[in-house]
């Protein structure tokens, strides 16, 4: 692409990085993320959602604090860089904290979005009711 005189955006990045998590390349894809930065790509909400997708996809994201603190530490970063997470990156959390029985964490980002102006969407309601079904929660 490049030896064409053509020059990648963020959208060709977003798609190069979610590539490297499907072939299960996770660090190959972290790398290609920290180079995205450096070269001062534009990062946003869907590169984010990409990365945590792909952590969580890959069993990387699992029932443990320690990999369950470092999505949450993810969205922090997303601050950092000014970018602000939205209903599907909350979904994606949500989910996985639910995947792995903590239930109550996933009830938790639940009420987060409310004090960050975000708003739940059918999908989250659905991720919820699932998972407390399937785990008896309510029963």
Same mark, same amino acid.
């Given at each position: ?24 390349? !996770?660090?190959?894809?972290?790398? =290609? ?99 407390? =079904?399937?785990?008896?929660? !309510?029963?």
């Amino acid at each position: 692409m490049v030896e064409r005189g053509l020059t990648p955006n963020f959208t060709t990045y977003n798609i190069m990085l979610k590539g490297y998590f499907r072939a299960g390349q !996770i660090n190959e894809a972290w790398d =290609f993320f920290l180079k995205m930065k450096k070269r001062k790509c534009e990062i946003d909400v869907v590169t984010y959602a990409t990365v945590i997708h792909g952590l969580g996809v890959a069993g990387e994201i699992k029932s443990s604090k320690g990999e369950m603190q470092r999505a949450l530490a993810f969205t922090e970063r997303m601050k950092y860089d000014e970018c602000k997470a939205n209903v599907q990156t909350y979904n994606i959390l949500i989910r996985y904290f639910c995947d792995s029985g903590e239930i109550e964490n996933g009830l938790d980002l639940f009420q987060k979005m409310g004090t960050e102006d975000c708003l739940p969407n059918m999908d989250t309601y659905n991720i919820l009711i699932s998972a407390m =079904f399937v785990r008896a929660y !309510i029963c």
